[in-house]
């Protein structure tokens, strides 16, 4: 595996439901990120990690929790999520510079 | 006012025509100009990046920055079908490692 791999890459769940969404780096980085793409609107930051400690939490609902078990790792954690969460979730990583690097996401549907 | 603005067309072009699409910014900070590329249902994927004002060619896109303007442009030469996606600018100061995106440009290259 090369890059930034995330799963599933589709999920549907109801609103009641719990689960789990994974991201893996395998280059290296030290800084992961996670971003909220909904149609018609630009890139949401949702959270931030560098050397697995959360830096930024962009006033995000706690029915979303982040864990970063190490540097390579990644979950979003969903709990009791609305119709409106339903989006395209990406993850990314960067180290030291600006650049980022993005997973191919998770398209999430919420009933 | 948006932090970065950003038409989000869509843009409808021939095949082999010269595209440029461009971002404006109102942040006089930013130092770090990057432009992603992201096909439908996927995960955006980094074209160009430059620091500060200046050109930055590679292959058939070139990345300019004007920061006296505060105006960002990437032109595609002799555009291609597979060119066709969503063109995301995305830029940061010095401080920090998160970025702010622009809402992207649907570009469409016709056969």
């Known amino acids: 595996e090369t890059g930034v791999t995330q799963t599933p890459r589709h999920l549907v769940m109801g609103m009641t439901n719990k689960k789990s969404l994974k991201c893996e780096q395998h280059?290296?980085?030290?800084?992961m990120y996670w971003y909220k793409q909904s149609a018609k609107k630009p890139l949401e930051l949702m959270f931030v990690?560098?050397?697995?400690?959360?830096?930024e939490n962009n006033s995000v609902p706690s029915r979303f929790s982040p864990e970063c078990p190490n540097s390579s790792h990644l979950f979003l954690h969903l709990h009791t999520l609305q119709p409106e969460d339903s989006a395209l979730y990406l993850c990314?990583?960067?180290?030291?510079?600006?650049?980022?690097?993005f997973g191919p996401g998770t398209r999430l549907l919420v009933l | 006012q948006k932090e970065v603005e950003q038409d989000p067309g869509p843009l409808s072009v021939p095949e082999g025509a010269i595209v440029s699409l461009n971002c404006t910014y109102s942040n006089s900070a930013f130092q770090y100009f990057m432009w992603y590329r992201q096909y439908s249902r996927k995960g955006p994927e980094l074209l160009m990046y430059?620091?500060?004002?200046g050109n930055k060619e590679d292959g058939r896109f070139t990345a300019q920055v004007d920061k006296s303007s505060k105006y960002i442009s990437l032109f595609i030469r002799d555009s291609q079908p597979s060119d066709s996606a969503t063109y995301l600018c995305a830029m940061s100061g010095d401080a920090g490692n998160m970025l702010t995106f622009g809402g992207g440009t649907r570009l469409m290259v016709k056969p």
């Open positions: 990690y560098n050397f697995k400690e959360q830096t």
């Open positions: 280059l290296g980085h030290n800084a």
């Open positions: 990314a990583s960067s180290q030291g510079v600006k650049t980022q690097y």
């Open positions: 430059t620091y500060s004002s």
